[in-house]
């Protein structure tokens, strides 16, 4: 049942998660062309989509996340503020015990900072050192119900990468142009 929050999000600005899913979506098979999009849309496809819909409806507290008190509980989709954090979250993770929704969040922030912001990323991070990251991220993820896609995810991770930085270039050349919704 969606929260208040959700009600007065959807109320003020017209967004709701199936239309951040659908428009994601058809911005992937935008970047992928049809051949590659019905390949794999109905297994990493709408997953991507789904990463990029949750971020672009979820506000982050960056000062919240990168405060040393942040203690997400061993359930919650972990929030980092931004790729470096991951980094270090990774190298204390790697010796401690593991955490599958942690590494899928690292994961999914990775195909975010370094996927699709990774033009604001690029000359301040090593882009292959967190493709290789992220890509290990979802191996690690990879258990239960959710194995298959984590690894069908960091199989094609690299590439995903790719991808998203090129829908964030065509949405930011394309900013200006308003298209009009068809109507039923």
């Known amino acids: 049942m969606p929260s208040a929050q959700d009600f007065d999000f959807e109320n003020l600005y017209g967004v709701t998660e199936e239309r951040a899913l659908n428009f994601w979506a058809a911005h992937l098979q935008d970047e992928m062309g049809s051949a590659r999009w019905a390949r794999i849309r109905d297994s990493t496809g709408v997953y991507l989509a789904s990463v990029l819909g949750h971020f672009s409806l979820q506000s982050v507290d960056r000062l919240a996340v990168l405060r040393e008190d942040y203690n997400p509980g061993e359930g919650d989709f972990r929030q980092f503020a931004d790729l470096t954090q991951i980094a270090e979250m990774m190298l204390r ?40 990251m992220g890509r290990d991220c979802y191996r690690m993820a990879a258990v239960g119900k959710r194995a298959k896609m984590m690894k069908l995810v960091a199989a094609e991770f690299g590439q995903y990468l790719f991808h998203l930085a090129n829908v964030h270039r065509n949405l930011r050349e394309s900013r200006y142009l308003i298209r009009a919704e068809e109507q039923p």
């Open 93 to 132: 993770q790697l010796t401690s015990a593991q955490n599958p929704l942690w590494m899928e969040s690292a994961g999914a922030h990775i195909l975010l900072y370094a996927g699709f912001f990774q033009s604001q990323n690029r000359h301040r991070h090593n882009i292959e050192f967190y493709a290789t």
